[in-house]
């Protein structure tokens, strides 16, 4: 075994049909068609790869995406396309892969590491766990239209420019370029529905499906939430579908909205996060509890633990998981008996912190 390593410009053609191979047998399109921001060649140093031979057996990659929030400025590093040829698993092929894009993350200093997954006891080894809010709701009755005289299209022949306008909207937002956007338009399976007024200006856009994963899911949308519910109305008349609309916690005015009149509403996780610097995010949360006039906030390690409180009133956790879903959720500070009334009231005027990893670029 040769690996791991970051794959060679010349490596990634022959890279793309080792994923389609193993990711993508059923679809008509190629794996870096689905995810252009990260199966790219100006992501090759992110990549790592594990050969048998010339034959690459395994892969894994991570992309830093800096999310900004009304609070932090995070770089955070996702890890996707994790995977390994059938005929060499069980070797620890993607353990080494995955300490490879940790040790990447490092050099490229992320706050955080997030990933998508299902095997939840393999990733907490290596210090992830399921944390941060999303909430998804099931809707399949249109609403009345308010916005009658606004002008409905489904298609992705968009100015770019117009789209990240409205999309720098959210308070909590993956930095992007145009030239991103553009590419994301022409990800294979997405639909693409926009609104605009008589003026020709873009007030909303919603995004159904994306590659192989999220038939019927809008992922991506942005405007004034009358308008997103007016446009998430003219797709389900239009289209005659049901569809899930996936939104953060910190979306409370759309989530209110839709809980009228959605046939149903589930509370997940944003995915499998891991404190990866925790000097800087320790650093970068103290100075949001300041910025608000909290100046007591306790966030520390000391002989291997976690000291976290407020005042004299502190606490220790024993890992960073721990720590990870009581920042981002979805532990509830009403929830942890041993600690103070107080503390609680202190702490739960920032906590949980909005966070929120937007769909396009996901890997």
């Not at 400025?73 to 996702?78: D, E």
């Not at 080894?125 to 249109?142: D, M, P, R």
């Not at 007016?230 to 989530?255: F, G, V, W």
Request: aromatic residues 10%; charged residues 20%; contains cysteine.
């Amino acid at each position: 075994m040769q690996g791991p390593r970051s794959p060679e410009a010349h490596e990634l053609d022959k890279l793309v049909q080792f994923l389609n191979k193993n990711l993508r047998q059923n679809t008509d399109w190629q794996i870096n068609q689905e995810y252009p921001t990260a199966l790219t060649p100006h992501n090759l140093h992110n990549m790592s790869i594990i050969e048998d031979g010339n034959e690459i057996v395994s892969h894994a990659l991570i992309k830093p995406i800096i999310t900004k929030t009304p609070y932090a400025i995070y770089r955070i590093g996702a890890i996707g396309s994790v995977v390994t040829d059938p005929n060499h698993r069980n070797k620890g092929l993607s353990t080494q892969n995955l300490q490879n894009c940790l040790v990447k993350a490092t050099a490229q200093n992320c706050d955080f590491v997030i990933l998508w997954t299902d095997q939840f006891d393999y990733y907490r080894k290596f210090g992830f766990e399921l944390a941060g809010l999303e909430f998804t709701y099931e809707v399949s009755q249109a609403q009345p239209i308010e916005n009658k005289d606004y002008k409905y299209i489904k298609g992705s022949q968009i100015d770019p420019a117009a789209m990240l306008k409205v999309y720098n909207q959210h308070t909590v937002n993956s930095v992007r370029t145009v030239d991103e956007i553009q590419k994301c338009l022409k990800i294979p399976n997405s639909n693409v529905y926009t609104v605009w007024n008589q003026n020709n200006q873009l007030m909303a856009y919603a995004v159904e499906g994306k590659g192989a994963d999220l038939t019927n899911y809008i992922h991506e949308w942005g405007g004034n939430v009358q308008c997103d519910l007016d446009l998430l109305s003219y797709m389900i008349q239009t289209e005659n579908k049901t569809y899930t609309i996936m939104t953060p916690a910190h979306s409370i005015n759309l989530r209110n909205k839709l809980k009228q009149f959605c046939s149903n509403e589930h509370q997940g996780y944003l995915g499998m996060i891991r404190i990866h610097d925790f000097d800087s995010v320790s650093w970068k949360i103290k100075k949001a509890f300041k910025s608000e006039g909290l100046d007591q906030i306790v966030l520390e390690k000391k002989h291997g633990e976690i000291v976290f409180g407020y005042g004299n009133d502190l606490y220790t956790l024993a890992t960073e998981a721990d720590l990870v879903q009581i920042l981002f959720g979805p532990t509830n500070l009403g929830q942890l008996d041993f600690m103070k009334t107080e503390t609680q009231n202190i702490l739960g005027q920032m906590l949980p912190l909005p966070i929120w990893v937007w769909g396009w670029d996901s890997i």
